[in-house]
């Protein structure tokens, strides 16, 4: 066998001990404090609805948990199992060996997986977020959803898949800087794209018609010194009860996006105090230091792909017996999360610090009282857990933990800072 064979599996059975043991800490931390709200939210938040939340988040929590076993078990499948190979060896059969052929072979594997995750996306619908009231996504929308979605990824992943194997045949050695910079082209125009073309095929977009609050958010906008081309309300509550709402686009195209969710569970000056949220997230230059680090990132990955992909025992060693190009991307996109969730603590912390940064810019320039108030609200109508497990917490999540949260803002408002 192998040694990266043995690597490779070991990284695998690593994130899977790990991710079984933060899920089970998280689940156990969930039950323990479900008979007693958190001190500071027992006047926003009733027993009943705290019940739930640890319901739904342990729910939530273990079929999270049986995925990612029934995932891990896919990659093993499709690499060691001999899946990318067959595959392969099919698409050549009807497409040739040259970029058709491996788009057809990226393609099909890809719809392999997508095929083979369904069963828990139609579990999580139609029975998990059924079950806690939340989903009001029907079958028909599921299906034309998946329908649009797969034909989507054919024709965007098609693109893209010819293009880089396009370029992996003709640059040589050093294809991967080419293959970089056209996956840098192709994230910057599917940020054009998206709010325009591609998020207008699975909702409605209207703009916001109500003249009060729409006055309150110019005003924001205005003191924060901020350009947004248009603020829309979007169908949210076709699928799903969960409120949200987001930024959208790039330099003077951005767009406010708001979920009717969103607008109906808050008032005026707390949608205001979420907006001064998440526009504190471009003010403070979030937005770019992401794509910048996500840029290194890529090139990074690009780099060791570049270095993999001519390497015999690369293929040999994760079950595919003769080199293509295709399958040299197959397996690393397949294989690199195995390592990457080594440093997914490190962006969470991040994630963490950015969100604690947002809030008092939110705080300075709108308003404390009613940002920890919408907040509240929306871990109550989302069903949020109010006592997540530490360590779990410090691993993956992307948002500080209520607690924590609330008590900065409730200081805030304590010690107001000087303008
Ligand atoms: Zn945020």
Same mark, same amino acid.
């Given at each position: 066998m192998h040694p990266f064979t043995v690597i490779f599996v070991i990284a695998l059975l690593a994130h899977l001990l790990v991710a079984a043991w933060l899920s089970r800490r998280q689940v156990a931390s969930v039950l323990r404090h479900r008979a007693t709200i958190p001190e500071g939210f027992e006047a926003a938040v009733n027993p009943d609805e705290h019940a739930k939340a640890a319901d739904y988040s342990a729910a939530r929590q273990r079929l999270g948990n049986l995925e990612t076993i029934y995932d891990a078990g896919v990659v093993l499948v499709l690499t060691l199992g001999g899946g990318i190979a067959a595959l392969g060896a099919w698409s050549a059969s009807v497409a040739g060996t040259g970029v058709w052929g491996g788009t057809v072979h990226l393609l099909a594997v890809f719809a392999a997986m997508s095929v083979l995750g369904l069963p828990f996306s139609v579990y999580r619908t139609f029975v998990l977020e059924q079950r806690f009231g939340f989903n009001r996504t029907g079958p028909r929308t599921f299906v034309a959803d998946l329908l649009k979605g797969w034909l989507l990824g054919l024709v965007l992943g098609g693109a893209v898949a010819a293009v880089v194997l396009w370029i992996m045949a003709r640059a040589g050695s050093s294809w991967w800087i080419a293959g970089w910079l056209a996956w840098l082209g192709f994230s910057l125009l599917a940020t054009w794209a998206?709010?325009?073309?591609?998020a207008p095929l699975f909702n409605r977009f209207t703009l916001l018609e109500d003249a009060s609050l729409r006055a309150r958010i110019d005003a924001l906008l205005a003191r924060c010194d901020f350009h947004a081309k248009a603020i829309y309300v979007m169908d949210g509550s076709r699928r799903s009860a969960h409120g949200n709402a987001y930024f959208t686009g790039l330099g003077r195209e951005k767009r406010i996006v708001f979920f009717d969710t969103l607008l109906s569970s808050l008032g005026p000056v707390q949608i205001e105090s979420v907006l001064a949220h998440e526009l504190a997230h471009f003010k403070l230059r979030h937005i770019p230091q992401r794509l910048a680090v996500g840029a290194a990132m890529s090139f990074a990955g690009f780099a060791v792909l570049g270095w993999l992909s001519a390497q015999d025992w690369f293929y040999a060693s994760l079950g595919v017996p003769s080199r293509s190009d295709s399958a040299a991307l197959l397996l690393f996109l397949l294989i690199a999360p195995a390592f990457t969730w080594i440093v997914s603590p490190l962006f969470a912390a991040w994630s963490r610090r950015h969100e604690y940064e947002a809030d008092a810019f939110a705080a300075r320039h709108s308003d404390a009282h009613a940002l920890s108030e919408a907040l509240v609200k929306l871990y109550k109508d989302n069903a *949020? *857990?109010?006592?997540?497990d530490p360590i779990y917490s410090a691993f993956y999540?992307?948002?500080?933990?209520p607690a924590a949260r609330i008590a900065r803002l409730r200081a805030f408002r304590a010690a107001p800072a000087t303008p």
């Open positions: 998206w709010p325009r073309l591609i *949020t *857990t109010l006592t997540p999540d992307s948002h500080p933990p």
